[in-house]
């Protein structure tokens, strides 16, 4: 699995003009899922993500504090195109991409997992739906998080 992860003051995603998942300060993070990927890259990356340290504990200060220990919101998207390989050509190629059945499952089991992670529900977009992503970047702060390269 791979995780683009943006600290954001605010961030929204829209559906058909409607609002399907908002969220205030915290954190909106792509989910891209990648066949094999099971129950030990769900778990690694959600309690990663969960006790990421990428606050200020106060203006100008060291990043120090998670979304948990500031009570903020996660908002969860899937995105197969993390998964994209631009090798040949300019035509992204979506092979290492899992199937989408196989992707729907592996994220409602990631937001399930944050959700028991952060010890509340999560924020989410409509897995496989065309969405509209609003978001308002914090810092800004944008990290890869990849349970098979985990640096």
Partial sequence: MRLVVQRVTSASVVVAGKIVGEIGGGLLVLVGVA????NED????ARKLVTLRIFEARAGGQMAQSVADLQG????????TLF??????TKPSFSRAAPPDKAEA??????ATVSS????EVETGIFGALMEI????????????????RE
């Fill in 117 to 120: 992670e952060l010890g509340r």
């Fill in 35 to 38: 066949p094999g990927d099971g």
């Fill in 134 to 149: 609003r978001s308002v970047n914090d810092g800004p702060v944008t990290l890869i998080l990849d349970s098979r390269n």
């Fill in 73 to 80: 919101g996660i908002l969860l998207v899937s995105q197969f």
């Fill in 84 to 89: 994209a390989s631009m090798k040949k050509g």
């Fill in 42 to 45: 769900i778990g690694w990356l």
């Fill in 106 to 111: 592996v994220y409602e089991d990631f937001v």
